[in-house]
């Protein structure tokens, strides 16, 4: 690092990557052999499952190595982490808005062609066989246990900048028991359910966005305990703790997704908001939006030029 010229950091040579793609080619193809119940496909997908965990892990010991020993970690290098994280949560949002736009297109506009597969009458939703949960019961539980998990992390990211690292590990278990005692009320829930995810297009929306936001739940638990394990060897300072940080994103994005999935999907707020949104996003509505939006683009733009905000430097 001293004899460099630039702020980034070049990575030596590594073999996790040639791993990682072999892990992952072994889970699929296991996978797919297991689905298809050919012989060696469980073995096959396990090994591949358990060298992906090992992957994980020998990548991201090499990933804090660098930070701690190597320090590598420039200021660059910290803002280029941030924003590949960043984007990956980006890319998680438009992971979601795919389930969220099955469920709405089917809610909103419940329609006769799908009745054939799904059994939905024209105007029904939910379908008459469903007998969906009480979204004041065991989903509203739910949601107060990840909003006090949302203000534990925060409390946690709250102390580390201050220094106190016995609030930090008081508020990070805090936090992981918040997030484990979430995954066990949704397995009760599962195993209570009315309906199962064959039956019809609402099991089904309903089983894979609050499924998958689940296990996004269960990685961020993970995600939280690794930190919790860090916190105790005394691995995160004010200044650098881009672990935590990113911990911490991962775990209010999470938050966030369930709002809207006990919003949206548990109280069904589409379908009882569809009069206002009828109303309000007219053509004519939608047509002043875009101009008075591109007016004030044109303002923002010509009022920061004006002021020298987009200065080139050379270097």
Same mark, same amino acid.
């Given at each position: 690092m001293s004899n460099q010229t630039h702020p980034y950091h070049l990575v030596n040579p590594s073999p996790w990557p040639a791993l990682a793609a072999g892990a992952l080619l072994s889970t699929t193809l296991g996978t797919a052999m297991f689905m298809h119940q050919k012989s060696g496909g469980v073995v096959l997908m396990a090994l591949g499952f358990f060298m992906i965990l090992y992957t994980m892990y020998v990548w991201w010991r090499d990933v804090v190595h660098e930070a701690r020993v190597d320090h590598a970690h420039t200021p660059a290098v910290r803002r280029g982490l941030r924003a /590949?994280?960043?984007?990956?949560?980006?890319?998680?949002?438009?992971?979601?808005? *795919?389930?969220?736009?099955?469920?709405?297109?089917?809610?909103?506009?419940?329609?006769?062609?799908?009745?054939?597969?799904? /059994? @939905?009458?024209? /105007?029904?939703?939910?379908?008459?066989? @469903?007998?969906?949960?009480?979204?004041?019961?065991?989903?509203?539980?739910?949601?107060? @246990?990840?909003?006090?998990?949302?203000?534990?992390?925060?409390? *946690?990211?709250? *102390?580390?900048?201050? /220094?106190?690292?016995?609030?930090?590990?008081?508020?990070?278990?805090?936090?992981?028991?918040?997030?484990?005692?979430?995954?066990?009320?949704?397995?009760f829930e599962y195993t209570h359910a009315a309906f199962g995810f064959r039956d019809g297009i609402y099991a089904s929306t309903f089983f894979m966005a609050t499924g998958f936001h689940g296990f996004h739940v269960l990685v961020g638990t993970i995600f939280l305990s690794v930190c919790l394990a860090r916190a105790y060897k005394g691995q995160f300072s004010p200044q650098h703790h881009l672990g935590f940080e990113f911990a911490a994103w991962y775990w209010h994005f999470v938050d966030v997704v369930w709002l809207f999935l006990f919003v949206f999907i548990y109280n069904n707020m589409a379908n009882r908001l569809m009069p206002v949104f009828e109303a309000v996003f007219t053509g004519t509505n939608l047509l002043i939006a875009f101009v008075v939006a591109v007016l004030a683009g044109g303002y923002w733009g010509m009022r920061t030029l004006l002021k020298g905000g987009f200065k080139v430097s050379a270097h």
């Open positions: /590949g994280m960043a984007l990956f949560i980006v890319s998680e949002v438009l992971f979601f808005a *795919a389930f969220f736009w099955a469920f709405f297109n089917a809610s909103t506009l419940p329609k006769l062609p799908l009745a054939e597969t799904w /059994g @939905i009458q024209p /105007g029904v939703w939910p379908p008459k066989s @469903i007998h969906p949960f009480d979204p004041f019961h065991l989903p509203f539980l739910n949601t107060l @246990i990840l909003l006090l998990s949302g203000t534990t992390v925060t409390w *946690a990211h709250y *102390a580390l900048l201050q /220094g106190n690292r016995k609030e930090l590990i008081q508020s990070l278990w805090l936090t992981v028991i918040l997030g484990v005692t979430f995954t066990l009320c949704q397995a």
